[in-house]
């Protein structure tokens, strides 16, 4: 077993234990705690946001420690927290391991991109970025899967062996993920290795724009588990089972053509920022197709079949945005701060997250289609962004494999694609080839 495969088994396995709960979370931790649903809701809350303020000391760990390290540890949290749940009967008890858990949770993504730097370069990186993300989709389905089976046998009380089947399964991940090699030595910070905090992000003003570019794409992110439920039930009428076919669609398409989806982005030699602006622009096309739903309004059957359709638009934008997105912003993250770098991109997700139930509830009491309109002109503005951004980029971060010179050789690393106007650079598709080590070769 490669490297590669124990990085992508450790995700999958991961994938499976957080599918066991993410579907079911309040009514997981009520059974497994005995506590009441007001009360659970009010600690999953207060300690979310929490872990939304920790997310720059994890940035910082990695920078100092090395992402393998700190990732490891996160998994050990993550285990140990999910064993101590069925004896955290207790307000004060379910509080603090619920904390220490969701800081973990947070930052666990800010962790594995600034891995996916460490053990991967060039198109690896976008070819890992893809494997991961249709790992975790098959494996949160299975997991869904596999507690209702659970539920099925045991009731309820199975919800507390779903709780230490959790624990073993970030366990076996963190096992796993230890035979993990980086490319380069991660180790603290020593003379050769340059000390920089936050300042040296807040400096980087490309970078800041991508990382607001994101928000507005991340808002789309947020639309499948948000805003689609409401608009079903509410606007269009239709019954709660199109919410699940939904949803069945999406992880469906994410876990089998995925990958596929991604080399074949990939093998076309697209600039990132121009794959990512695609993404966005399938994306507002999703959104537009539910305003004309919502303004036709067509029986249950044709209302159906057109959701079905929107949502496979949606996760192909989803799926083509993704890998050269994650990738946009591992690689244009300078290596001796990646994980504070990382760490700022990330929490444009989070408070997109964040903000998305309030934004999209007070936009549908206004009118169904408003919020469908708000994420339109959002994805198109970030379409737009990135393009406009990739000059400023660094040309290792535009292009899985850099473009070569006129003189024949490629760039050296560390350009910035304003040093050269992007426009001069090898058209799209014919850049020469620059032989980037497979994941398998760097990860050992």
Known sequence: MTGERSLLTGVGISAIGIGMYIPFSLVFFHHVTGLSFALVGVVMT????TGLAFMPLAGSAVDRFGAKRVNLLLY??????????????????????????????????????????????????????????????????????????????WGTGGFTYTAWGNALAFTLAGLLVSRVRPVRDAGPVSAGRPSAGYRTVLRDRPFLGLTAVNFLTALGYSALSVLF????????????SLTGAAFTVNTALCAGIGVLVAGRVRRSGARRTRSAALGALLFAAAFVAQIVLGTLRPGQTATL???????????????????????????????????????????SYSLASALAPSLFTGLLAL?????????????????LALVRLERHLPVE??????????????RGPGAVASAAPVGSAAPVGSAAPVAAAPVGSVVS
């Open 367 to 383: 009118d169904g289609r408003l919020p469908w309109a708000v994420l339109a002109v959002a994805a198109l503005g970030a379409a």
């Open 76 to 153: 050990a949290i993550r285990a140990t927290g999910f064993a101590l749940y069925p004896f955290a009967s207790s307000l004060p008890a379910f509080a603090a391991v619920a904390l220490v858990t969701a800081l973990a949770d947070r930052s666990f993504a800010v962790v594995q991109q600034s891995l996916i730097g460490e053990v991967a370069r060039g198109t690896a990186r976008d070819r890992l970025q893809a494997s991961i993300r249709a790992l975790q989709n098959a494996g949160m389905g299975a997991g869904a899967l596999l507690v209702s089976g659970v539920l099925a046998l």
């Open 305 to 347: 079949v057109a959701l079905l359709v929107v949502v496979a638009v949606y996760t192909l934008g989803e799926l083509v945005h993704s890998p050269s997105g994650g990738a946009l912003s591992v690689s244009a993250a300078p290596e001796s701060v990646r994980g504070r770098y990382l760490a700022t991109y990330q929490l």
């Open 46 to 49: 207060v300690t979310g946001l």
């Open 397 to 410: 971060a535009v292009y899985a494999e850099p473009p070569v010179a006129a003189s024949g050789s490629p």
């Open 229 to 240: 439920p409401l608009y079903i039930t509410t606007w269009l009428h239709g019954p709660d």
